[in-house]
T-cell receptor, first 112, second 113 residues
Framework: ETGVTQSPTHLIKTRGQQVTLRCSSQ?????VSWYQQALGQGPQFIFQ???????GRGNFPPRFSGLQFPNYSSELNVNALELDDSALYLC???????????FGEGSRLTVL | QKEVEQDPGPLSVPEGAIVSLNCTYS??????FMWYRQYSRKGPELLMY????GNKEDGRFTAQVDKSSKYISLFIRDSQPSDSATYLC?????????????FGEGTQLTVNP
């Protein structure tokens, strides 16, 4: 059974660019959540997808958007990148709408 | 004021010590309480998951929840150097989407051999 996998692991962008991060959920999990973790901080909830529909969103602007595909994998898109978007982006999956989340290793984004 | 407060440390203890990690929270709607361990440059790993008040034990780890005081704790017995990591408390409210967790900022723990 494979766990949650994310790609890319590291990337560098410049301010104003757009980025797409990808996540494959753990086998059997139909719910995917995305979190942003700034250096020295706890993760902050961005949004959750359940059966391809957005099902809850944190305090993030609309330039943060996402998708979930029929195989339950997911993408996080960020437009018009800002310096403060530099962070570790974590994807987590769960077998349903429960609190037991299983996290991937994250994608570390640096915005210059 | 943050919904979840956690002392960031750093906390340094000798091998074999009992470690106590704590979080306080302000949202009385929180019902599910978790502790995650995060090694440097890795994703968080679920350690303990509890619902409502009470204690839960798993090996060297014990989680306690006191909803009346809005206070949760994680105890690590016989701490090992491999326990050196950042420990994150997290919680969610029953009426929100279940995987919408609110995290503390994490406590950095170092266990010295």
């Amino acid at each position: 059974e494979t766990g949650v996998t994310q790609s890319p692991t590291h990337l560098i962008k410049t301010r104003g660019q757009q980025v797409t991060l990808r996540c494959s959920s753990q086998s059997g999990h139909n719910t995917v959540s995305w979190y942003q973790q700034a250096l020295g901080q706890g993760p902050q909830f961005i949004f959750q997808y359940y059966r391809e529909e957005e099902n809850g969103r944190g305090n993030f602007p609309p330039r943060f958007s996402g998708l979930q595909f029929p195989n339950y994998s997911s993408e996080l898109n960020v437009n018009a990148l800002e310096l403060d978007d530099s962070a570790l982006y974590l994807c987590a999956s769960s077998p349903g709408l429960t609190g037991e989340l299983f996290f991937g290793e994250g994608s570390r984004l640096t915005v210059l | 004021q943050k919904e979840v407060e956690q002392d960031p440390g750093p906390l340094s203890v000798p091998e074999g010590a009992i470690v106590s990690l704590n979080c306080t929270y302000s949202n009385s709607a929180f019902q599910y309480f978790m502790w995650y361990r995060q090694y440097s440059r890795k994703g968080p790993e679920l350690l303990m998951y509890t619902y409502s008040s009470g204690n839960k034990e798993d090996g060297r780890f014990t989680a306690q929840v006191d909803k009346s005081s809005k206070y949760i704790s994680l105890f690590i017995r016989d701490s090992q150097p491999s326990d050196s990591a950042t420990y994150l408390c997290a919680m969610s409210a029953i009426e929100t989407s279940g995987s919408r967790l609110t995290f503390g900022e994490g406590t950095q723990l170092t266990v010295n051999p």
